[in-house]
C-alpha cells in the first residue's frame, strides 16, 4: 500500500454549483467565465431561475449549461414552491447553491436541504440595506450626505434573513457623487462580480472541515 498523499497533493475534485438566478445574470457569468478559465475550482452544473424571459437563463444556456425555470404555480404557497425547487436543485446534487441576484426569500422548506451550502450576494455591506434596491438606496443616502461608503457582501443563509447570515466576504465601496449614478453603479456591479468570484475559491478551494478566512476584495 503507498504512503496517503498529504492534503495538498490531493486533485481538488471541481465544486458543483448551482446557481439561482432572478435577471441578468452578470454574476452567473463571473462565475461561468472563472470557471472556464480555471480560476475557480468549480462546475456550473445548473441555472435555476423562478422568471422565464430572463437574460441569466440565456447566459446558461450559451454556456451549455442546463436552463431551468421553475416558476410559481397559481395558489402555491412559499414553502410548496420552495419544496418543489429543493428538489430540483438536489437533483443537480450541487455541493454548492449559490444566490446569484435571486429575488426570493428563501424558506425553511429549500434551506433545509441545504444546511451550510446555500450562498448569497447582496450589494451591501454586513448589517446595512437588507433587501431589494440596496444600490439606489445607498446612493440616495450618499446624495443626502449621510453615506460615504457602501459595498457588498456574501453570506450563508442559515435561515430566512433577509441578507443576513454567516459573512464570508465583504468589499468596500467609496461613493463619489460627482462621477454620477451610472459610474457607482458600474463599480458596485464590478466589485459585485470579483468578491463573489473570490469568495466562492476561497470555499471551494477549503476543505470541509475548515472554515475559510473572510475575503475581503478592494475596490
Ligand atoms: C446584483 O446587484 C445582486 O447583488 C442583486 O441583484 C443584482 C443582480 O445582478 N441582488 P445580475 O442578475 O447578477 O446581473
Redesign the pocket.
Known sequence: MGTPAAESDRPVRPKRLVVL????????QAIIDACADDRLPAEVVAVVSNKADVF?LQRADAAGVPAVHVGVHPDEDRGDYDARLADVVAGFDPDLVVL??W?RILTMSFLGWFPSRVVN???ALPGELPGTRA?ERAWDEALAGTRATTG?MVHLVPDEGVDDGPVLGTATVTIDVGDGFDAFAAA??AT?HALLVDTLTALCTTSPDRTPDLTEVTA
Open positions: 438566478v432572478s435577471g441578468s445574470g452578470s454574476n452567473l441569466a446569484a441576484g429575488m450576494l447582496h450589494p444600490i457588498a458596485m456591479h459585485e
